[in-house]
């Protein structure tokens, strides 16, 4: 595949394999995102159910974050989300 990823921690990772437009479902929005197979056994990988949504992903639900109010919106087909760190906000069309 070629592909080789460096997690925030700055551990080096080789992706198995990628699934491509695999529908994401955040509330009432859905969203295609394309996701890479990673390999997290092992000690290095304490906490295993993680998911990684990245830039592209961010990007095709023109995710917005306003880190001074805590506030990440999400916006698809002219619908948009608000969350908190505790949930959803508000819903608004």
Known sequence: ???????????????KEVLEDVLVQ?????????FYVLDMM???FPNSTSILLG???LK????KIDVDVGILSMEFDSEVMSFNIGGVTQNSN
């Open 26 to 34: 955040v509330n009432e929005l859905v969203f295609p995102a394309d």
């Open 60 to 63: 095709t639900s023109k995710t």
């Open 1 to 15: 595949m070629g592909v080789v990823l460096q997690l925030a921690d700055r551990f080096i990772v080789y992706p």
């Open 55 to 57: 830039r592209p992903f």
């Open 42 to 44: 092992g000690d290095n």
